[in-house]
């Protein structure tokens, strides 16, 4: 069996973020990094090569230049090889963009079962799994906990609203998990030397026969109008309790009409 | 006399093709070790200096104080003896053998005699103390648990055996007249009037008996001592020899390969980075391992054993040799698949793991404090080793406490244990009444005299933002120009390098020091131990040369210049705790007692365990990144220590150690077990106290809520 | 008016709160019309028609046990198709994405996940959006295709229509089969009911993270929750150490909630945690440490150990109730 794991390289979490001039994520200067929640997925393509379930596993990413120090992370945590779906025409591209480029890449690594993050630590909006899986008419199982593959099939543990649930899928299939999954490894000095050697492909938009006017900012479905700052939230009181401070609290909810 | 003589040869040639076996297996096993680390042999002044004051004038056993003198006394004994074993030989050949030039002097009898007696002192006092002190008795508290106890005592025995043969020999020699001295060895001359009432013909029997008696026995002796801990007879030299100068503290050596540093850019195929097997070590390890005479004096000081935990610097070196030796004949082998199944198994049993040569347990057991290495008599350089395993744990296996992937992913991404990051590294500086100068990759200005490194404590911590607020305002009071780097600041790598984690280490150290160097920077303050000691010692491995100064040092110059005036009086009893990274590893010992000894009022005390022989807060080595779920808790070890002498104020002039001991006195309070006036402090804030005017604020001492460690 | 195709869950005809907010937020766009899964009883078409709906699309699962958010995604798609509607708004949430994401794709259109706004524009729906933890909001529109919009729930107050509606109910099958290749739920294990209101959906949250020590401590959260009637949340620290269900985690990784109140004991108020629960209209925070960050975002904080001040506060609360 074959994994293919997507990831996103996203700014540090505790790097400034800002918007630039054209209302995208700036991500000029700002340090980054394989997102947090992606190593979750990577992990779980490990240990399922590790129990010997999956014999291959490649990363695919989409980002700038600097998104293969993403997939390096990635490959010195384990796995073969890598894709890094790299062009100048993608800059501003929006999740519908992306997952068809994705999809286009997926088609060509030809994995059985293909594995995400629960979302990205930047934009967060949790869509790209089930947008990937949709294009490339793949079942879907979104935020699983715990993940078994066996006879062709895909079985997750996960938490819903309001019950825990056991599906099951056929492979092929997309599956994200999340944070619960299992602790992500700490790559060794052994695995960055050796992810150092391991394969990285590159390709751009003419390789995947992808059109530039359906990516980019110019080819996306949706468009920024405006972005500003919240609104800073009024400055609170903060008091030191001192024996009278379920009083005082009380009657801060009381005086808001929150009793 | 041919008798005498071909019994004597014979039994020598035996013991020394015995011995010398075991001596040639050691040296080759020594050979096949790893090179050392260049510079072992550079500083010929400070090693011969060591030799005279560690291996002849027996400085560090004197430390304490009856058994120092008691192994002096068998030290010189064994120098002097050594004289009456040439003796002895050239009596083989002639029965009235005596020493040239001076062999016949009255006093040279006299000084055999009374050293054999100091010797026999010696191993009385021993035995003593090993009755006394036996971990029978003691337990875990005994300095001798976990030594080779048989063999401890068989070695008394024959020491005390060496002692009476020679008496008897000498004894009768005199009632042969083949004596060389005419006087004044006293206790052969009494031992003669014993035995003379035996007659001339005994006495004849006597001496040649005794003669190989005696020779035999130092004979045996020799062969026991190859076979034991007693090889330190031989080895201490020359691990005093080539020991890290002025000792195996401070700086840690950067990662060697095959006796290079490595590139960690581009690691060579056959770099072996820290140490997977016993092989891995270097020459000079394995001399440490031979040379170790489980005296046990490193494990009495260790803070991991005094709280239970399974590591001793002892038992450890003691593993790693008795698993070198056992090794040994496979790692020699030409042949790998002759070496019998004994040696092959050792040879293929982990060094680190729970079935291997050292216990997890034990390895991420040790604070770093250097208390073994202060104390070893013959310089072994246990926490070095630990850090080399923890090296190949970390940086080959990726294997540590789960709980430090918090730290070691905090400072990968964020730049500091807390993971907070640039952006709040100037917090602290929030409602400070007078500006703080931000260099933000600007170049030092000309009028800055400091350059203040906060550190990610001093920075980020509750605490220790509490001392970085009263440095910052002394030093503005003192009219001292300062600057910090700011956001460009990142922590030093100290717990990285500490945990194993060379690679993370050099990556911070290379980044800061860039820093350093291109905003100009030649003298540093800093207010965290650890920080102070990473600057100073091992940056200028990384071509980061700067004079660093720890806060107390600089406030002690200030006050003693008359820059700050401590007026107000603080009206308490101060115990100061030397943190092991300014005191043990840096000889910072006085700056921090003369400050609180400057402020009126104050009353100073010191707790049982002081200066060179410091108790650890338990924070060092990364360990304040890590559960202490093994035995009791160090930092209220320690804080226990420090209340005994009942202070108002504990003191001490590290964050890591505030905190610790901080917790540890919130706690006993929460328990009713200390004074709710009891607090815990960095000296600083107590000058600061005291430098402010009576009328102004009074500054309150840090309180002593009890804080997560964890980031 | 143009019609706005609204998912509407409901628990036996009982409209969920989240769903009335969507229709809230419909009537601003144009004529909202409900797509629900099953048969719409005749009270439940009522409740749509008080909430301005004029049309409730029912669709009729192939079978019951299909793979509910399949479903849903191919009814949207025809639906959407059919009356071409100036946006289809649908819960923020695990499945409403899945759903939403499914859509867009069938629709080759754009998609805006967890709005906090959507007001009508000549252009087209504009949706505004909180992101990065709450501290910036983007203003967005799609520009192709039908634009899919999901909501957070609790951004708007939902209040019924001014004038209430009959609306017409039309039963939608497939007019494609659900594919074959898709998951299948096997077991599932319903969450003991708590009693308390559901935590994304609440008024009132109060949440406790590693500061209240234990699980016993825990109780204390759980006490306050009762006493006020909210839900109880909890950071990602506490669900870790297991004092208390993983599904009640805010955060990143957990649920996002905006209640009227939101009380947090014991919560440092990390990035990841803020990034759950900045959106609260009011934040009351009970913490040791006076440099936890959450006291940068509370309306009131107070300083002090929450073993003290919540039992001293749920007394005082009940004293005040009489």
Same mark, same amino acid.
Do not use: H, M, Q, Y
């Given at each position: 069996m074959k994994i293919a794991v997507l990831i996103k390289y996203v700014p540090e979490a505790t790097a400034s973020w800002r918007f630039a001039d054209d209302r995208a994520?700036?991500?000029?200067g700002v340090e980054g990094r394989l997102s947090e929640l992606d190593e979750y997925a990577v992990e779980q393509a490990i240990r399922l090569a590790e129990a010997g379930a999956a014999t291959e596993i490649s990363y695919l990413t989409m980002g700038p230049p600097r998104a293969v120090d993403a997939l390096r992370k990635a490959l010195a945590m384990g796995g073969d090889r890598a894709v890094h779906v790299v062009d100048d025409a993608l800059h501003g591209t929006d999740a519908a963009g992306t997952a068809a480029v994705l999809a286009a890449a997926l088609r060509r690594i030809e994995a059985d079962l293909i594995i995400c993050g629960m979302a990205s630590t930047d934009a967060e909006m949790s869509v790209l799994p089930v947008m990937v899986a949709e294009r490339l008419q793949l079942p879907a199982v979104v935020n699983a906990a715990v993940l078994k593959v066996a006879d062709g099939s895909l079985t997750v543990e996960r938490d819903t609203e309001d019950a825990t649930e056991e599906v099951v899928a056929p492979l092929p299939a997309l599956v994200s998990v999340t944070d619960r999954s299992g602790e992500a490894r700490y790559p060794s000095f052994k695995g960055i030397v050796a992810a150092k050697r391991k394969p990285v492909t590159t390709w751009s938009l003419a390789d995947l026969e992808?059109?530039?006017? $359906?990516?980019g900012a110019g080819g996306a479905a949706t468009e920024v109008l405006a972005v500003r700052p919240s609104?800073? $939230?009024?400055?609170g009181t903060v008091i030191t309790d001192e024996g009278d401070a379920a009083a005082r609290l009380a009657d801060f909810l009381a005086a808001n009409k929150l009793l | 006399m041919a008798l005498r003589l071909i019994l004597g040869l014979l039994m020598t040639a035996v013991a020394f093709t015995v011995a010398g076996r075991r001596l040639f297996m050691l040296y080759r096993l020594g050979r096949a070790a790893q090179p050392a680390d260049p510079g072992r042999t550079r500083g010929g002044a400070a090693r011969l200096r060591a030799e005279l004051t560690e291996v002849l004038g027996q400085r560090k056993l004197l430390a304490w104080t009856v058994p120092g003198v008691a192994h002096a006394l068998a030290f010189w004994g064994f120098l002097v003896l050594a004289l009456t074993i040439v003796e002895g030989y050239g009596a083989l050949f002639q029965r009235d053998f005596h020493l040239p030039l001076i062999g016949t002097e009255p006093w040279l009898g006299f000084l055999e005699d009374l050293f054999v007696l100091a010797t026999l002192v010696s191993v009385l006092i021993f035995a003593g103390i090993r009755v006394r002190h036996s971990p029978a008795r003691e337990?875990?508290?005994?300095?001798?648990?976990?030594?080779h106890l048989d063999a401890a005592w068989l070695v008394l025995f024959m020491i005390f055996n060496v002692v009476w043969s020679l008496l008897l020999y000498r004894g009768a020699q005199i009632n042969t007249g083949n004596f060389p001295f005419p006087g004044g060895a006293f206790a052969s001359e009494a031992v003669a009037r014993l035995i003379r009432p035996l007659g001339a013909g005994a006495n004849d029997v006597i001496e040649t008996a005794g003669l190989l008696l005696a020779l035999g026995i130092v004979l045996l002796f020799l062969v026991l001592v190859v076979h034991s801990k007693h090889l330190h007879i031989f080895t201490a030299v020359g691990n005093v020899a080539f020991g890290r100068r002025p000792r195996a503290l401070g700086a840690l050596l950067p990662v060697y390969s095959a006796g290079r540093p490595v590139d960690f850019e581009d690691p060579g195929e056959d770099d072996t980075i820290g140490r997977a097997s016993i092989e891995d070590f270097t020459w000079k390890g394995m001399l440490d391992f031979a040379t170790?005479?489980?005296?046990?004096r490193c494990q009495s000081q260790c803070p991991a054993w005094n709280t239970g935990?399974?590591?001793s610097p002892k038992t450890l070196i003691m593993g790693l040799r008795d698993h070198a030796l056992a090794a040994a004949p496979y790692l020699l082998a030409g042949d790998k698949s002759r070496v019998d199944a004994l040696a092959t198994a050792a040879a293929q049993t982990p060094l680190v793991g729970v079935d291997g040569v050292v216990h997890p347990d034990v390895l991420w057991s040790c604070t770093t404090c250097g208390a073994c290495v202060e104390q070893c008599p013959v310089d072994i350089e246990h926490v070095d080793h630990i850090v080399d395993m923890r090296r190949y744990q970390v940086l080959m296996e990726s294997s540590f406490p789960p709980e430090a992937g918090v730290l070691l992913r905090n400072l990968e991404h964020a730049g500091d244990p807390w993971g907070r990051g640039a952006g709040a590294r100037t917090e602290w500086t929030d409602g400070l009444d007078f500006p703080v100068r931000t260099l933000d990759g600007e170049r030092l200005p000309d009028d800055v005299e400091y350059l203040f490194w906060v550190g990610c404590a001093g920075a980020f911590d509750d605490r220790a933002q509490r001392t970085t607020r009263a440095v910052a305002e002394l030093l503005h009071t003192a009219g001292v120009s300062f600057a910090v780097l700011g956001g460009d600041e990142t922590c030093t790598g100290d717990p990285a390098r500490r945990i194993g984690h060379e690679v993370l280490f050099q990556q911070l150290a290379a980044q800061n020091v860039e820093t350093l160097n291109n905003a100009g920077v030649r003298r540093i303050v800093a207010t965290c131990a650890h920080c102070f000691n990473t600057l100073a010692n091992e940056y200028p491995q990384l071509g980061g040369a700067y004079e660093v100064l720890h806060h107390t040092q600089l406030l002690s110059r200030l006050v003693a210049d008359g820059r700050l005036v401590p007026v107000t009086p603080v009206d308490a009893t101060i115990t100061y705790h030397d943190p092991c990274y300014l005191g043990r590893h840096n000889r910072v010992f006085t700056p921090p007692r003369e400050l609180l000894g400057s402020v009126p009022g104050a009353r100073l005390t010191e707790p049982a365990r002081t200066r060179e022989t410091s108790f650890c807060c338990g924070a060092g080595g990364a360990r304040m990144w890590m559960d202490e779920t093994i035995g009791t808790r160090i930092n209220e070890t320690r804080t226990d220590e420090l209340l005994a002498g009942r202070p108002d104020i504990v003191a001490a002039a590290c964050p890591y150690c505030v905190d610790m001991l901080g917790d540890g006195v919130a706690l006993r309070r929460q328990q009713d077990r200390v004074d709710e006036h009891v607090v815990v402090t960095d000296v600083a804030e107590v000058l600061l106290r005291s430098v402010r005017e009576p009328a102004g604020p009074a500054a309150p001492l840090t309180a002593n809520e009890p804080r997560k460690a964890q980031p | 008016m143009s019609t706005v195709l609204v998912l509407v869950h409901h628990d036996d005809g009982v409209i969920r709160k989240s769903s009335l907010e969507l229709l809230t937020l419909a009537r601003r766009l144009g004529d909202p019309a409900a797509v629900v899964h099953g048969d719409a009883g005749d009270a439940l078409a009522e409740a749509l028609g008080r909430h301005g709906v004029t049309t409730v699309y029912a669709i009729a699962p192939p079978d019951p046990e299909s793979y509910r958010p399949a479903v849903e995604a191919l009814a949207l798609a025809q639906l959407a198709a059919r009356t071409a509607p100036v946006a289809v708004l649908i819960t923020s949430g695990p499945s409403g994405t899945e759903v939403a994401a499914r859509l867009a794709v069938r629709l080759d259109g754009g998609i805006i996940t967890d709005a906090v706004q959507v007001r009508a524009e000549a252009g087209g729906p504009v949706a505004t959006q909180s992101v990065f933890a709450g501290a910036w909001l983007v203003e967005g529109r799609v520009r192709r295709g039908t634009p899919v919009i999901t909501v957070r729930p609790n951004a708007v107050t939902p209040e019924p229509a001014a004038e209430p509606v009959t609306p017409q109910v039309e039963r939608v099958e497939l007019a494609e089969p659900v594919p074959a290749a898709v998951p299948r739920v096997v077991a599932r294990r319903a969450k003991a009911a708590t009693g308390r209101p559901e935590l994304t959906e609440a008024t009132v949250v109060v949440a406790g993270g590693r500061g209240v020590g234990s699980a016993e401590g825990f109780a204390l959260i759980e006490r306050l929750a009762d006493e006020l009637g909210a839900a109880v949340g909890a950071s990602r620290a506490a669900t870790d150490l297991t004092w208390c269900p993983h599904e009640l985690q805010i955060g990143q990784t957990g649920k996002t909630v905006a209640p009227q109140l939101y009380l947090a004991g014991g919560i440092s108020g990390a990035i990841q945690h803020r990034a759950g629960m900045q959106g609260s209209r009011t934040i009351v925070a009970i913490n040791k440490d006076p440099k936890a960050p959450i006291f940068q975002i509370a309306d009131f904080g107070v300083v002090g150990d929450v073993h003290t001040v919540l039992p001293a506060l749920i007394d005082e609360i009940a004293k005040r109730r009489g």
């Open positions: 994520l700036d991500r000029d992808i059109p530039a006017d $359906r990516v609104p800073p $939230r009024e400055a | 337990g875990r508290r005994s300095r001798f648990f976990g030594s170790c005479t489980e005296c046990g935990k399974p590591l | -």
